[in-house]
């Protein structure tokens, strides 16, 4: 040590600083280190392992550079305290130690996992003859071992710490039976059991039991633990109710019984626990209304009853009179009626999250009372009126999104919330020009304006930090302004903005978001397009009016996942360079006046999952022989209206792997609040529809309106995964591949307008999941399939093929002797069904099943980005729960 020396006529090291000797013998009996600042290896010939005498030995909070604990600490017979905690040793504990009988405290916690017990048992360390030890802690010791049972046996403990140490197994129920044990901490392990009856006599102030795989119910006799001071028990998987004898509790100070299965009403009797600080109820399933006894915890600093069932009005008596709340969390519940103007009395507040309930009626002026407010969430409610007239000053996120407020943004409320960072007014009713004052609010972070009606234009230049700007669906106009160079993402969707591309958007280093979509912009892209910023992910600039060439889009080191230049007027060829793109997974060129052969070059993108030429000039043939491997990710391919001709190989579908079954996430790269979404419009069930989400059950083939000719390829059979398939309006001939009837996921089929013959083979009724069929203008033939699927579709499924009859057709089938089967049909000796081999759905209703991707794809659109609806439906639905 730095002082440690004989100058100045300290020559006694019993004067050294941490050192203590017994004053009789002179011997050294007790060395504090802590926080000494000491660095290296702690080696077995130190001299420390010398000190027989020693006692008491504090070595915590160094660094003794991950070496091992010496075995010579079994040396030490005399110790009584050895505390070598937080001080970066490394490898197996020697089990030495455990000669250590006259050990009272043991200290080894660590901060990481990497101390660990020889032969893996923790009774090898501590063992039944340390009768002395009263307080050990092995914090994130890995352990991976029962806790013995002759520990219930240790009757001078009073501490026992073993948090995060790998243990398994049962607890053994002696363990809280010891007369002396006070505190408990077993948190994160791998623990099972049920809590024991408590005794009266019981001393235990402190139980943290959290993050373990209990379960059972907290026993009634919990209220005899009248010294606790501190219960934990979270994510342990307790259920039942609250036994109101929790009331007895009279020192508790935390309460935390979140994330577990407890139902029913809370106790009223949870309000004679008058030193809570802290209650932490969230993610059960209570229910009822909130007691009203919960306004007598004066001391009450936080309250966090989110993600339950509790319904009702929230007690006047609890915002009145809870003076010292700090955090106030009543999300995820189906909590109803007005914000109560008592809120105001809430002086110390600091968040609160009300968002997800039932909150109806104004937001109350009184907020303005709360000065030391940071986090407001009201979002997902029925909140209604206009914006109060003054935020608190402190305010720093405010999230309103998904209510039914009016009227314009007050500039004066707004100019004076100098902190704000996040502003969230999306999905309301808000009209009016944005004021300047918010423009002029240089710590703003995060900006959402979705989904009203603001009008006027979207004066951005003056924001410094922002980071996260939208403003979709609105009715803004005037030029398309460069945001910020801080802007990661950036989305002005669906508005009037006009003016062109300014080459300073590829300036944006930080860029990963941009969507112009659906506005009035035009002219020509500049030439920064084939070098911008690696960091854009997203580019989305559908439905406007630009026009030209398209531009060279990816540069060297290029994120790019997503390329959408539809629905404007480009024309020329698609540049090569989109090969640059490697993880490029969607692109969207359709809508456009480009024309070109088919860019057999796009094989090369590996990741690609949708490709879109529709609508376009693009011509000659899509097969090459030797040069075509197919597209193994490619999940939507849309090549429809345009002049495409030739015929399709049957080994043109063999290598799209994706359409064959195989299984993935969402479609895209990239969304605003974390998930994968892109939306896209597919003829689904002879309509144009939009989708948000586009599933990864949403496989799709549309070459329709082509001049392809030829028989259809019998390997589209091989595409098991494939929901929408539209060959319609082209000159494809020949029969039905019978192999079709593998595609029992096939929910819209259209094959429509070309001149297909012979007869509908029979098992297509197998296609449980066909929702939508049509077979019109053609040239088939004979009965249509009766009894399964086909035969409850409309005749306008039908019409124009004159050699077709039976239902649901007008035209009746003469009676045959000998009915032919259709030449598609092989019939294999063995088999007793003509569809065997092939997986039967069964479904409750009929031919409804497509039901099923409207439902889960209508879920996800509603219950994720509910703001896009508007952008392709233009309506705004309910919001649902988040549970």
Same mark, same amino acid.
């Given at each position: 040590?730095?002082?440690?020396?004989?100058?100045?006529?300290?020559?006694?090291?019993?004067?050294?600083?941490?050192?203590?000797?017994?004053?009789?013998?002179?011997?050294?009996?007790?060395?504090?280190?802590?926080?000494?600042?000491?660095?290296?290896?702690?080696?077995?010939?130190?001299?420390?392992?010398?000190?027989?005498?020693?006692?008491?030995?504090?070595?915590?909070?160094?660094?003794?550079?991950?070496?091992?604990?010496?075995?010579?600490?079994?040396?030490?017979?005399?110790?009584?305290?050895?505390?070598?905690?937080?001080?970066?040793?490394?490898?197996?504990?020697?089990?030495?130690?455990?000669?250590?009988?006259?050990?009272?405290?043991?200290?080894?916690?660590?901060?990481?996992?990497?101390?660990?017990?020889?032969?893996?048992?923790?009774?090898?360390?501590?063992?039944?003859?340390?009768?002395?030890?009263?307080?050990?802690?092995?914090?994130?010791?890995?352990?991976?071992?029962?806790?013995?049972?002759?520990?219930?046996?240790?009757?001078?403990?009073?501490?026992?710490?073993?948090?995060?140490?790998?243990?398994?197994?049962?607890?053994?129920?002696?363990?809280?039976?010891?007369?002396?044990?006070?505190?408990?901490?077993?948190?994160?392990?791998?623990?099972?059991?049920?809590?024991?009856?408590?005794?009266?006599?019981?001393?235990?102030?402190?139980?943290?039991?959290?993050?373990?795989?209990?379960?059972?119910?907290?026993?009634?006799?919990?209220?005899?633990?009248?010294?606790?001071?501190?219960?934990?028990?979270?994510?342990?998987?307790?259920?039942?109710?609250?036994?109101?004898?929790?009331?007895?509790?009279?020192?508790?100070?935390?309460?935390?019984?979140?994330?577990?299965?407890?139902?029913?009403?809370?106790?009223?009797?949870?309000?004679?626990?008058?030193?809570?600080?802290?209650?932490?109820?969230?993610? @059960?399933? !209570?229910? %009822?209304?909130? /007691? #009203? *006894? &919960?306004?007598? =915890?004066?001391? +009450?600093?936080? $309250?966090?009853?989110?993600?339950?069932?509790?319904?009702?009005?929230?007690?006047?008596?609890?915002?009145?009179?809870?003076?010292?709340?700090?955090?106030?969390?009543?999300?995820?519940?189906?909590?109803?009626?007005?914000?109560?103007?008592?809120?105001?009395?809430?002086?110390?507040?600091?968040?609160?999250?009300?968002?997800?309930?039932?909150?109806?009626?104004?937001?109350?002026?009184?907020?303005?009372?709360?000065?030391?407010?940071?986090?407001?969430?009201?979002?997902?409610?029925?909140?209604?009126?206009?914006?109060?007239?003054?935020?608190?000053?402190?305010?720093?996120?405010?999230?309103?999104?998904?209510?039914?407020?009016?009227?314009?943004?007050?500039?004066?409320?707004?100019?004076?919330?100098?902190?704000?960072?996040?502003?969230?007014?999306?999905? @309301?009713? !808000?009209? %009016?020009?944005? /004021? #300047? *004052? &918010?423009?002029? =609010?240089?710590? +703003?972070?995060? $900006?959402?304006?979705?989904?009203?009606?603001?009008?006027?234009?979207?004066?951005?230049?003056?924001?410094?930090?922002?980071?996260?700007?939208?403003?979709?669906?609105?009715?803004?106009?005037?030029?398309?302004?460069?945001?910020?160079?801080?802007?990661?993402?950036?989305?002005?969707?669906?508005?009037?903005?006009?003016?062109?591309?300014?080459?300073?958007?590829?300036?944006?280093?930080?860029?990963?978001?941009?969507?112009?979509?659906?506005?009035?912009?035009?002219?020509?892209?500049?030439?920064?397009?084939?070098?911008?910023?690696?960091?854009?992910?997203?580019?989305?600039?559908?439905?406007?009016?630009?026009?030209?060439?398209?531009?060279?889009?990816?540069?060297?080191?290029?994120?790019?996942?997503?390329?959408?230049?539809?629905?404007?007027?480009?024309?020329?060829?698609?540049?090569?360079?989109?090969?640059?793109?490697?993880?490029?997974?969607?692109?969207?060129?359709?809508?456009?006046?480009?024309?070109?052969?088919?860019?057999?070059?796009?094989?090369?993108?590996?990741?690609?999952?949708?490709?879109?030429?529709?609508?376009?000039?693009?011509?000659?043939?899509?097969?090459?022989?030797?040069?075509?491997?197919?597209?193994?990710?490619?999940?939507?391919?849309?090549?429809?209206?345009?002049?495409?001709?030739?015929?399709?190989?049957?080994?043109?579908?063999?290598?799209?792997?994706?359409?064959?079954?195989?299984?993935?996430?969402?479609?895209?790269?990239?969304?605003?609040?974390?998930?994968?979404?892109?939306?896209?419009?597919?003829?689904?069930?002879?309509?144009?529809?939009?989708?948000?989400?586009?599933?990864?059950?949403?496989?799709?083939?549309?070459?329709?309106?082509?001049?392809?000719?030829?028989?259809?390829?019998?390997?589209?059979?091989?595409?098991?995964?494939?929901?929408?398939?539209?060959?319609?309006?082209?000159?494809?001939?020949?029969?039905?591949?019978?192999?079709?009837?593998?595609?029992?996921?096939?929910?819209?089929?259209?094959?429509?307008?070309?001149?297909?013959?012979?007869?509908?083979?029979?098992?297509?009724?197998?296609?449980?999941?066909?929702?939508?069929?049509?077979?019109?203008?053609?040239?088939?033939?004979?009965?249509?399939?009766?009894?399964?699927?086909?035969?409850?579709?409309?005749?306008?499924?039908?019409?124009?093929?004159?050699?077709?009859?039976?239902?649901?057709?007008?035209?009746?089938?003469?009676?045959?002797?000998?009915?032919?089967?259709?030449?598609?049909?092989?019939?294999?000796?063995?088999?007793?069904?003509?569809?065997?081999?092939?997986?039967?759905?069964?479904?409750?209703?009929?031919?409804?099943?497509?039901?099923?991707?409207?439902?889960?794809?209508?879920?996800?659109?509603?219950?994720?980005?509910?703001?896009?609806?508007?952008?392709?439906?233009?309506?705004?639905?309910?919001?649902?729960?988040?549970?």
């Amino acid at each position: 040590m730095k002082y440690w020396n004989t100058e100045g006529g300290i020559g006694d090291c019993c004067l050294w600083d941490g050192v203590s000797c017994d004053t009789a013998s002179g011997y050294v009996i007790a060395i504090d280190l802590s926080s000494s600042w000491l660095y290296g290896p702690l080696t077995s010939n130190s001299s420390l392992f010398r000190l027989l005498h020693l006692q008491k030995l504090n070595l915590a909070f160094n660094d003794f550079a991950s070496c091992t604990i010496p075995s010579e600490f079994g040396q030490l017979s005399r110790l009584t305290y050895l505390n070598l905690s937080y001080s970066m040793f490394d490898g197996h504990i020697p089990y030495e130690i455990s000669r250590l009988t006259n050990l009272m405290v043991l200290d080894l916690s660590g901060v990481t996992d990497n101390l660990y017990v020889r032969e893996v048992k923790l009774g090898r360390l501590i063992t039944q003859n340390m009768t002395n030890l009263r307080q050990l802690y092995l914090d994130r010791t890995n352990l991976f071992s029962p806790v013995p049972e002759f520990f219930g046996n240790l009757s001078s403990l009073t501490h026992l710490s073993l948090p995060t140490c790998h243990l398994l197994g049962k607890l053994p129920r002696n363990i809280f039976q010891l007369p002396n044990l006070q505190y408990i901490d077993l948190n994160n392990n791998s623990l099972t059991g049920y809590l024991p009856e408590f005794n009266v006599s019981s001393r235990i102030k402190y139980l943290f039991l959290a993050q373990n795989s209990f379960y059972g119910k907290l026993p009634d006799s919990i209220g005899n633990l009248k010294s606790l001071n501190f219960l934990d028990v979270r994510k342990s998987n307790f259920s039942g109710i609250v036994p109101p004898s929790l009331g007895n509790l009279s020192q508790l100070s935390k309460l935390d019984l979140s994330d577990n299965c407890f139902y029913g009403q809370l106790p009223y009797t949870i309000g004679n626990l008058a030193k809570l600080t802290v209650i932490s109820l969230s993610e @059960n399933h !209570f229910s %009822g209304g909130l /007691p #009203s *006894s &919960l306004g007598k =915890l004066a001391q +009450l600093e936080e $309250l966090n009853l989110g993600y339950n069932n509790f319904s009702g009005q929230v007690p006047t008596s609890l915002l009145g009179n809870l003076t010292r709340l700090q955090n106030l969390l009543l999300d995820n519940n189906y909590l109803s009626g007005q914000i109560p103007s008592s809120f105001g009395n809430l002086t110390q507040l600091v968040a609160s999250h009300l968002y997800n309930n039932r909150f109806s009626g104004p937001i109350p002026s009184s907020l303005g009372k709360l000065t030391q407010l940071k986090s407001l969430l009201l979002s997902s409610n029925l909140l209604d009126g206009e914006l109060p007239i003054s935020f608190p000053h402190s305010i720093e996120s405010i999230e309103l999104m998904e209510n039914r407020l009016t009227g314009s943004i007050p500039s004066t409320s707004i100019a004076n919330v100098t902190l704000l960072q996040e502003l969230d007014l999306s999905s @309301n009713s !808000f009209t %009016g020009v944005i /004021p #300047s *004052s &918010l423009f002029g =609010l240089r710590s +703003l972070i995060y $900006l959402r304006l979705d989904c009203n009606r603001f009008t006027g234009s979207l004066n951005i230049s003056n924001f410094s930090n922002l980071g996260y700007l939208s403003a979709i669906g609105n009715n803004l106009n005037g030029p398309l302004l460069v945001p910020p160079m801080s802007t990661w993402f950036y989305s002005v969707s669906g508005n009037r903005l006009t003016g062109s591309f300014d080459p300073l958007f590829c300036t944006l280093i930080h860029l990963q978001y941009l969507d112009l979509s659906s506005n009035n912009l035009s002219g020509t892209f500049p030439e920064c397009f084939g070098s911008w910023a690696s960091s854009l992910t997203v580019l989305n600039l559908r439905s406007n009016n630009f026009n030209g060439k398209m531009p060279r889009a990816c540069g060297n080191g290029s994120h790019l996942t997503t390329l959408d230049l539809s629905h404007n007027q480009l024309h020329g060829k698609i540049p090569k360079s989109l090969t640059e793109c490697k993880g490029l997974g969607i692109l969207n060129l359709g809508h456009n006046q480009m024309s070109d052969s088919f860019p057999f070059w796009l094989q090369n993108l590996s990741r690609l999952q949708i490709l879109v030429l529709s609508h376009n000039k693009f011509y000659g043939s899509i097969w090459r022989p030797h040069n075509f491997w197919g597209f193994p990710y490619l999940k939507i391919i849309d090549l429809s209206f345009n002049d495409f001709t030739g015929s399709l190989s049957a080994q043109y579908f063999l290598n799209w792997t994706s359409m064959a079954g195989e299984k993935s996430d969402y479609i895209g790269g990239f969304s605003s609040g974390g998930g994968n979404y892109y939306s896209m419009t597919v003829i689904y069930k002879g309509q144009e529809m939009g989708f948000i989400r586009v599933l990864s059950i949403l496989v799709s083939i549309d070459l329709s309106n082509n001049r392809f000719h030829g028989e259809i390829p019998t390997t589209i059979g091989a595409l098991g995964a494939l929901v929408v398939l539209n060959l319609s309006s082209n000159g494809f001939t020949g029969y039905i591949p019978s192999s079709m009837s593998n595609l029992t996921e096939l929910e819209s089929l259209d094959v429509s307008d070309n001149k297909l013959s012979g007869e509908i083979p029979r098992q297509l009724n197998s296609l449980t999941f066909l929702g939508y069929l049509n077979m019109s203008e053609n040239e088939f033939v004979g009965p249509i399939p009766q009894g399964g699927q086909i035969a409850n579709f409309p005749d306008s499924s039908f019409l124009g093929n004159l050699g077709l009859c039976g239902r649901p057709l007008s035209k009746m089938c003469e009676t045959a002797l000998s009915p032919t089967p259709s030449p598609n049909i092989n019939v294999t000796s063995g088999d007793d069904s003509i569809m065997s081999g092939f997986t039967r759905k069964v479904v409750a209703i009929g031919y409804g099943c497509g039901v099923v991707f409207g439902v889960v794809g209508g879920h996800v659109i509603i219950s994720r980005r509910p703001y896009l609806m508007w952008i392709i439906f233009r309506v705004i639905p309910q919001r649902r729960r988040r549970r």
